[in-house]
């Protein structure tokens, strides 16, 4: 097994989770709405679509699947147009609470397995790194079977464990001054993302 090229890939799976995305700030902002709980759900949905994106790739890559361009393109742009709305949704709940009490706490997105799932399947970030960048660690272990697996299961446990580490520093923050602004960042990151996918798919 090429132990370094497996690193390599599980850092960037990591790093790639860890950046502010729909996926990450989804899994934030239903934490502080329902605690874990909400949270973990949440992940398990953004984990599905994750699966269901690695089997399209796996199909891909062994040739048995061929991804029509329009069709991707398509996805990609209903996606944004999601990832939008729920930026959104967020952003317009804290402006219309805080104009109408100080006082009163701040309902983020609810979050769920719905809800993490759609967000998950039609995230344009997790489409190309599966589109284009997991295949190239297919080369980890001699057999093409056994390396599938691995960067699947190590994908499944990264993306818990890195969604969760991301959900406890968010609700740590929850208990500050800061929450109400954090969750405006929140939602305004998720309408930039959407307006920058929905830019570069029409460019």
């Not at 990832?83 to 805080?98: A, K, N, S, W």
């Not at 109408?100 to 970030?125: C, D, T, W």
């Amino acid at each position: 097994m090429n132990i370094s090229e497996y690193l390599l890939y599980c850092l960037a799976v990591v790093v790639m989770i860890a950046t502010p995305g729909p996926v990450m700030l989804l899994v934030a902002s239903s934490g502080l709405k329902g605690g874990y709980a909400a949270a973990l759900r949440t992940i398990f949905g953004t984990n599905f679509a994750s699966l269901i994106l690695i089997a399209l790739s796996i199909l891909s890559l062994k040739g048995l699947l061929v991804i029509n361009e329009q069709w991707l393109y398509a996805i990609k742009l209903l996606g944004c147009l999601y990832i939008g709305y729920l930026g959104l949704q967020i952003f317009r709940e804290v402006i219309f609470q805080q104009a109408e009490s100080a006082q009163k706490k701040l309902s983020p997105v609810r979050g769920g397995f719905q809800q993490g799932f759609l967000v998950g399947i039609s995230n344009p970030k997790d489409i190309i790194f599966f589109a284009a960048f997991f295949p190239q660690f297919i080369g980890i272990t001699s057999d093409l079977d056994l390396s599938l697996i691995i960067l699947t299961l190590s994908w499944i446990v990264l993306d818990f464990l890195t969604l969760s580490g991301v959900y406890l520093g968010f609700n740590r923050l929850s208990r500050s001054r800061l929450y109400p602004h954090l969750l405006a960042l929140c939602g305004l990151i998720l309408l930039i993302i959407a307006l920058y996918g929905i830019y570069q798919i029409l460019i």
